[in-house]
């Protein structure tokens, strides 16, 4: 038998690896029900926005700021990231996976700027194959090195702990089955440290881990697509620099203002943008439920004409509208005390159906992967086994077959109290498309949801976008809309993502529809301003666009100190919401002085009032002509203005004298 030496096995390894990768990063599939088109990563792949969190200065009681990079690469060069430890953190549909998927990319081919380009070896795992028993050296042989008899288990630990660089990306904790478990795993004895503490580990989440090394791992996160990300993907990976198919992409998502939410999550986007392309006219959607309505019939459309061909199998239309059990099943894995986002496929098939479950796995909706079957720790390298689970494609598609199940609960239960009980095991913070399509799709059940939402803290925002789509109309809750924006809206960062995302939305709205907006407060949000100029990026990495119809804008964040740049940005946002009449600051250190080139013309022409609050220390406006601040009254009037009285005077030259 041949004797190999360490220095062997890790040539036969690498070249193991590289060929596994690129069967993954050749097979991006923007269109999942379009199986014959498939993509390298690299001619797809573009830079969503991307943060870094930043530890220094971070107290008990303040967090310290996301700070925007300028590429996942930062991620790994950025000095404030050096660890060996990371965590990249996003929403479903974001492109953690496809981050991981360039990397491999890049060390496979040398990437010259790439910060894998000299690593020796590069370990990508998928979380969700693996189960607890199985030792990490396992796993990267089941599913990295399975068909070479030459490399080992224990040949892999000897390789790895033999090399000068090594680099490990685990992909989708929050999809590991024994996620935040107590079993001891090798998963999370490497989250915190205990495994693998002298190599480079970068995890990627939905969620944070409850155990983690929280002293020597540094956080990332990914917010989605920006205008300037959209559009480089449709010139990237649709239309080539084609102007005019590019416009027409972009008219029919500027002809759906209610997608704009859905689509800053890349995966939505690049199906939205691809399907655009792909008809000849594209319909104006009234709903989030009607255009997932209309993709779904997309996916059975596709097979149904490939099943016109000789040699296809024939197409069932019975699978397309009747999937009682499927619902059931993506509710029961949505809504049980773990949540469940795969399934066996031999126990999915006899509870579906073969010809079900084939059917949906060939549309696209339900995808086939290989997973560990070890149910022993001690099971021997040589018995290694796998079997095949299914999952939907994504977590969106899972909330769209589990409301129609959720529609037939609610109608079923009798009064508000055993709706109260039903609902209560719903959390619409985590599942707010489940309770969106739920109103969608059924008037009575909408309306019994709503009344629900309203009753709960913080729920009545979320429930007039659920009005939204019951109604299909923005002119169902224009009313209800200007009712919200004639007081002041106020956006916390201690609000939940789905609020601050709800209260957004709805300022959008009544933007578009040129509902006047009385005044929005933007309390310890931290927000700054996108590349684009036309977005405020908050602390939580959602953005607010320009607000036509905004009337005051206040942001406030306490001892924190604005340079010269933020301040300019923010000015240069707020010039173009064309009805701000004022900007106040609070809570801010300002700059003493403000570059008279940084004003925008448009704040000066429309003469709008730019204040600086200090609590009860005083006021200052700043005079747009000269960069300096005045003292002002309470209302930001001037002297010689209504208002200005004595006191105030007073106020403001002891409060200069206290900042001197």
């Known amino acids: 038998m041949e004797c190999l030496t360490v220095q062997d096995k890790k040539s036969i390894f690498i070249n193991s690896l590289k060929r596994r990768y690129k069967l993954q990063y050749d097979a991006i599939q923007p269109i999942p029900y379009i199986k014959d088109r498939l993509y390298c990563v690299d001619k797809v792949f573009v830079e969503g926005g991307t943060e870094i969190y930043v530890v220094e200065g971070a107290t008990k009681e303040k967090e310290g700021p996301w700070v925007r990079v300028d590429s996942y690469k930062d991620i790994f060069t950025d000095p404030r990231m050096k660890a060996k430890r990371r965590i990249i953190e996003a929403e479903a549909g974001y492109g953690k996976s496809t981050v991981t998927l360039q990397l491999a990319y890049d060390w496979c081919n040398g990437v010259k700027d790439s910060p894998f380009k000299d690593v020796e070896i590069l370990i990508l795992l998928r979380l969700r194959q693996l189960n607890s028993k199985i030792s990490i050296y396992h796993a990267i042989k089941m599913f990295l090195a399975p068909s070479d008899p030459r490399i080992k288990s224990s040949d892999i630990k000897d390789i790895i702990e033999s090399c000068s660089s090594v680099k490990v990306l685990l992909d989708g904790y929050d999809e590991f089955p024994d996620r935040d478990g107590a079993t001891g795993s090798d998963v999370g004895r490497i989250i915190t440290s205990n495994l693998l503490g002298n190599i480079d580990v970068t995890l990627t989440t939905r969620y944070l881990p409850k155990d983690y090394d929280k002293a020597n791992t540094k956080r990332v996160r990914l917010v989605g697509f920006d205008a300037k990300a959209r559009d480089q993907y449709i010139r990237k990976a649709v239309t080539g620099e084609d102007d005019e198919s590019v416009a027409k992409i972009k008219r029919a998502l500027q002809a759906n203002p209610i997608l704009d939410d859905l ?344 003469n709008v009032k730019v204040l600086d609050n200090q609590d009860l220390n005083g006021s200052r406006r700043l005079n747009l002509q000269t960069g300096l601040w005045q003292p002002c009254d309470e209302k930001g009037n001037l002297p010689g203005e209504e208002g200005l009285d004595e006191r105030s005077n007073v106020r403001h030259l002891l409060y200069s004298a206290r900042r001197k």
């Open 263 to 606: 689509c800053q999550v890349p995966l939505i986007f690049v199906m939205f943008s691809h399907m655009t392309h792909e008809k000849t006219h594209f319909q104006k959607f009234k709903s989030v439920t009607e255009f997932f309505s209309y993709m779904i019939q997309c996916f059975h459309s596709h097979l149904s004409n490939k099943s016109m061909d000789k040699s296809a199998k024939a197409y069932n239309i019975e699978y397309a509208v009747k999937y009682k059990e499927l619902s059931k099943v993506a509710f029961e894995g949505l809504c049980g005390e773990n949540q469940q986002l795969s399934w066996r496929k031999d126990g999915l098939c006899t509870r579906l159906g073969q010809g079900f479950c084939q059917h949906y796995i060939a549309v696209g909706i339900l995808v086939e992967e290989e997973v560990s079957a070890v149910t022993n720790e001690q099971t021997s390298a040589t018995d290694i086994q796998t079997r095949t689970d299914v999952r939907f494609y994504h977590q969106l598609f899972c909330e769209w077959f589990a409301s129609f199940r959720l529609a037939e609960v609610v109608a079923a239960t009798r009064g508000a109290s055993e709706l109260k009980n039903v609902l209560d095991k719903v959390d619409p913070f985590n599942l707010q498309y489940l309770y969106r399509f739920t109103c969608g799709i059924s008037s009575a059940v909408g309306k019994r949801i709503i009344e629900y939402l309203k009753s709960r803290e913080d729920g009545g925002k979320f429930a007039i976008l659920c009005i939204l789509e019951q109604t299909g109309e923005v002119d169902g809750i224009k009313d209800t809309v200007r009712d919200l924006c004639s007081n002041r809206v106020e956006i916390w960062n201690r609000y939940s993502k789905l609020l601050q995302r709800s209260t957004i939305q709805l300022l959008e709205i009544a933007s578009r529809f040129d509902i006047p907006i009385s005044c929005v407060v933007l309390d310890s949000c931290s927000p700054r301003v996108d590349e684009s100029g036309l977005n405020l990026i908050l602390k939580s990495g959602l953005s607010l666009s320009i607000l036509s119809s905004l009337q005051e804008l206040w942001i406030g964040d306490r001892k924190r100190r604005l340079t010269n740049e933020e301040f300019a940005a923010i000015l240069s946002y707020s010039s173009q919401c064309t009805s701000l009449k004022e900007l106040r600051f609070y809570k801010y250190i300002l700059p003493d002085t403000i570059p008279v080139g940084s004003i925008p013309s448009s704040l000066k022409s429309r």
